[in-house]
């Protein structure tokens, strides 16, 4: 985090418009510091439960090689990872806990754990880190979640490093190949992407993005996005019901987070066979774009 961080400053990445505040980058560390207070306590739980209830499991797979531990633990984490992602943009309650993470409108490594603090109780890593560690393979679970850290950090980090390659003609057949199996910075842009690049329907996955390949959500624009955040007019809670809630609650919106350049884009009613794309957003709109 240390080194992506260093690249950003670097890069100038925060030095944007609005990203040094406390609806952004505070409330997206606030967000962090919540995540590991819920994983430590999740899994404490789940030791203690294995340990009450079934303590002769207690290592009871140490046999099995790391080899095979490794990849059953990442696949089983990211396949449930990508239905939760994927029902918190259909399920209203859900959207409701998975939303904060695509307020903001500048994308950084901070942004990779921003979500209400219930989000991360129902994630499936809370639940099978710390099964996995409990059964006897503490080194898959550090290298499984070493890997899938390491993808969040990339894939939210806005710096195209992906764009040169994809257009390069010695880079480009490898690349064909990565994007289809691991989630980068084009595939994960488009979900907080908004305009013609962008569409939050798509690209579910965390880590890996075969699932989506496989569920037919995928979308490769191989193109930078026009912006980041919600669809212009969506209502947006303060940041700290956003972060908090239900603790928190307020019946003001941040009357700030709708003043947004408008991206181009025609009516719902326009001709769709003259569209050059039809973006369906978060909240169901079909917005046509010249």
Known sequence: MALFAAMELAFGLYRRPGVLTMRELGANLLSLASSLLIRGVSSGAVIWALGALWPRSEGALAGVSFWLALPLYVLLDEYGSYWLHRKSHEWPWLWRLHKPHHVPRNLNISVTYRENWLLFLLLPTAW?????????????????????????????????????????????????????????????????????????????????????????????????????????????????EQIF????????????????????QTSPTADLAMAEAVITTVDGRAVVVR
């Open 128 to 240: 099978l880190a710390p099964a996995v560690v409990w059964l006897g393979h503490p080194a898959a679970f550090a290298a499984g979640s070493a890997f899938r850290t390491l993808i969040g950090m990339i894939e939210h980090c806005d710096l195209r490093w992906d764009l040169p390659l994809q257009q390069n003609r010695f880079t480009r057949p490898v690349m064909r190949v990565l994007e289809r199996i691991v989630s980068l910075p084009d595939t994960h842009q488009v979900h907080h992407g908004v305009g013609r690049y962008g569409n939050a329907m798509k690209n579910y996955g965390a880590a890996l993005i075969c699932f989506d390949w496989l569920h037919g959500t995928l979308m490769i624009p191989h193109a930078r996005q026009e912006g980041f955040g919600l669809p212009e007019g969506a209502p947006i809670e303060p940041w700290a």
């Open 245 to 264: 809630w239900p603790f928190v609650r307020s019946t003001k919106k941040d009357e700030r987070a709708d003043r947004r350049r408008p991206i181009e």
